[in-house]
Nanobody, 121 residues
Framework: QVRLVESGGGLVQAGGSLRLSCAASGSFFSINDMAWYRQAPVKQRDLVAK???????NYADSVKGRFTISRDNAKNMVWLQMSFLKPEDTAVYYC???????????????WGQGTQVTVSS
C-alpha cells in the first residue's frame, strides 16, 4: 500500500504563492498518475492538476497559467506550485496517486490526509 504525507498549506494573501508537497512511501510496484484535488466547504472534491509518470500534465481550467504540478519519480514525490492565488482557491488540498502492487495488479488509489490552503482577500 501507499502512504501519502502532504505539507505546505497555510494562509496567504491574494496574489501570493504557496508550494504543496506530497511524499509517497510504502510497498508498491509502481506509481502511475499523481494528482492534486481540492475540496471547499459544501462542495465536491475536484481535480486541480494531474501528472503522468512520463510527465504529461493536465490542469483544471480555473488554475491554468497559475499552478504548476511536478514530480520526482526517483523520490516518489509530487509538488504543486501555486501562484497568483485567489480567495476562491481556498480549500483542503489532497494528494492522490494511482499505484500498482505488481505488474498484473489493477490500479489502486491512495489519498493523503489533506492540507488546508486559505487565501485572504
Amino acid at each position: 500500500q501507499v502512504r501519502l504525507v502532504e505539507s505546505g498549506g497555510g494562509l496567504v494573501q491574494a496574489g501570493g504563492s504557496l508550494r504543496l508537497s506530497c511524499a509517497a512511501s510504502g510497498s508498491f510496484f509502481s506509481i502511475n498518475d499523481m494528482a492534486w484535488y481540492r475540496q471547499a466547504p459544501v462542495k465536491q472534491r475536484d481535480l486541480v492538476a494531474k501528472i503522468t509518470s512520463s510527465g504529461i500534465t493536465n490542469y483544471a481550467d480555473s488554475v491554468k497559467g497559475r499552478f504548476t504540478i511536478s514530480r520526482d519519480n526517483a523520490k516518489n514525490m509530487v509538488w504543486l506550485q501555486m501562484s497568483f492565488l485567489k480567495p476562491e482557491d481556498t480549500a483542503v488540498y489532497y494528494c492522490n496517486v494511482k499505484f500498482q502492487t505488481n505488474f498484473w495488479a489493477p490500479s489502486q488509489d491512495s489519498w493523503g490526509q489533506g492540507t488546508q490552503v486559505t487565501v485572504s482577500s
